[in-house]
C-alpha cells in the first residue's frame, strides 16, 4: 500500500511513546519533558523507518478514517466541484460541502453513512460504464483515491461543524423577489372611478432616508421595499393610458435625481451613495422610441462610459417631446435671457425619439 496509508498509523504510534516522562531533579519541569519527547520522537522515527522496511507491520495497525478536511474534500474539490459546486450544481447535487454531500442529489441521498458499498456516490465513481462514472470529465478516480472516500463513508462520513457553506449566487439579494407592502385601504370607493387626466408628478418616497430611496443605509432592504411599492402602480399606471388611449400624448420620465454609487462609504454597511456620474432614466409614451437602452456605464456602475445624456440634454429632449425648443424658452431674470438648459450648448437626445 502508499506511504501515506504506512505514515498515518505509524504517527499514532509515535504519539503513544511520547507521553512517557521521567523527571530528574534539579531540572525544570518543562525543559524535561521536551527533552524527552525530543528524545522519544527520535525513537519512534526510527522504529517508523523500520515499520515502513517491513512493510506486514503497517497493515497490522488498522488505518485511522480518513480526515474529511484533509483527505475527503481536496478530492471532491478538485474533481467534482466544477460541476457540484457553487455555480453549477448537476443532477442537483452539490459536492462542495459535507452538509450538502449528506443532503444529496435529484434522485435522493449519495451517501449511507456506514456503508460505502450501498452508497450511490461509490458506485458512480467506480464504475466501469464509462457513460455513469464520475467525474463525467478527464481521468476516473485513482484506486486509492476511491478507497479514501470509502473509508470515509465507512466511518460515518463525519465533519467538522463549523465547516463554512459557500452561499450560491442564485440566493444573492439581487435576485430576491421585491417585498410588497399592503395597498392601503381607499377612503372614498367611488375615487378609483373617476377618470384621472394626468398627474404632472408622482412621487414614491417623501420622508427621509429609508422612508425614501435614499438608501445609504440599506440599500437592499430599501429599494427591496419601494420597487416592490412602486412596480406594479408603474405597469397599471401605463395600461391605464394605453387602454384610454392617452398614451400617445402623454410623456412618461421615469427617474430619481441621480443614481447610487456601485460602493458605500460606510464600512461593512449594505448602502450606497449618491452617484451623478452615471445612472438610468426612462422615458416612455409620447414620441419616445421604446425597446433600447441609449448608453452604458462601466462594467461597475459608476459612470457613464457610452454615449453619455447630461441632465441639460434630458431636460433639452423633454422640451422637445412636448413641442418646446429649448433655445428659444427663456425667462428674463436679473438681466438675463436664462435656459432651463443652461449657458452651454446642449442636444436632443435624438435617438430617443420615435
Ligand atoms: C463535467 C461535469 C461533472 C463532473 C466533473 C462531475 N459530475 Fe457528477 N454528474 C454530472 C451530471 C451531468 C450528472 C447528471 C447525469 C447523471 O446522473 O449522470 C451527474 C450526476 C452525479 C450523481 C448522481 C446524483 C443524483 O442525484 O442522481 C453523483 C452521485 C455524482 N454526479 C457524483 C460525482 C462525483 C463524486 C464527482 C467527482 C468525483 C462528479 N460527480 C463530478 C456531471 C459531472
Not at 68 to 90: F, M, N, W
Not at 95 to 112: E, Q, T, Y
Not at 178 to 183: Q, Y
Not at 208 to 213: C, L
Request: hydrophobic share 40%; charged share 20%.
Amino acid at each position: 500500500m502508499s506511504a501515506l496509508r504506512c505514515a498515518a498509523p505509524s504517527r499514532i504510534i509515535c504519539w503513544r511513546a511520547g507521553p512517557v516522562i521521567v523527571y530528574v531533579p534539579g531540572v525544570s519541569n518543562r525543559a524535561q519533558s521536551a527533552g524527552f519527547q525530543a528524545r522519544s520522537y527520535a525513537r519512534c522515527r526510527a522504529f517508523v523507518a523500520g515499520a515502513l522496511l517491513l512493510g506486514d507491520l503497517c497493515s497490522a495497525v488498522a488505518a485511522p478514517a480518513p480526515d474529511y478536511t484533509r483527505d475527503v474534500k481536496p478530492i471532491l474539490e478538485k474533481r467534482c466541484a466544477s460541476c457540484h459546486g457553487r455555480l453549477k450544481q448537476k443532477a442537483h447535487l452539490r459536492l462542495d460541502a459535507s452538509a450538502l454531500i449528506h443532503k444529496g442529489g435529484k434522485n435522493g441521498p449519495i451517501i449511507v453513512t456506514g456503508k460505502s458499498g450501498d452508497s450511490p456516490l461509490i458506485r458512480r465513481v467506480s464504475s466501469t460504464d464509462e457513460s455513469e462514472r464520475m467525474p463525467a470529465d478527464g481521468q476516473p478516480l485513482s484506486a486509492e483515491q476511491i478507497s479514501l472516500l470509502a473509508a470515509w463513508i465507512d466511518a460515518g462520513a463525519p465533519y467538522p461543524e463549523d465547516e463554512n457553506v459557500p452561499a450560491s449566487p442564485a440566493e444573492h439579494w439581487a435576485f430576491q423577489t421585491v417585498r410588497r407592502p399592503a395597498v392601503p385601504p381607499v377612503k372614498n370607493g367611488a375615487w378609483c372611478r373617476n377618470p384621472i387626466d394626468r398627474f404632472v408628478q408622482l412621487y414614491s418616497g417623501g420622508g427621509h432616508i429609508e422612508d425614501t430611496w435614499d438608501g445609504h443605509n440599506d440599500c437592499v432592504t430599501n429599494h427591496k421595499l419601494h420597487a416592490g411599492e412602486t412596480d406594479k402602480p408603474i405597469a397599471a399606471l401605463m395600461a391605464d393610458l394605453k387602454r384610454t388611449g392617452l398614451w400617445e400624448e402623454t410623456l412618461l420620465v421615469w427617474g430619481g435625481e441621480f443614481g447610487r454609487t456601485p460602493t458605500s462609504e460606510g464600512l461593512g454597511k449594505p448602502g450606497r451613495d449618491h452617484d451623478w456620474h452615471g445612472f438610468s432614466m426612462w422615458l416612455a409614451g409620447a414620441g419616445v422610441k421604446g425597446g433600447q437602452a441609449i448608453g452604458a456605464t462601466d462594467e461597475f456602475g459608476f459612470k457613464a462610459t457610452e454615449d453619455p445624456v447630461h441632465v441639460s440634454d434630458l431636460h433639452a429632449t423633454m422640451l422637445h417631446l412636448m413641442g418646446l425648443d429649448h433655445r428659444k424658452l427663456t425667462f428674463f431674470h436679473s438681466g438675463l435671457d436664462q435656459r432651463l438648459t443652461g449657458v452651454v450648448e446642449r442636444n436632443v437626445v435624438t435617438k430617443a425619439l420615435a
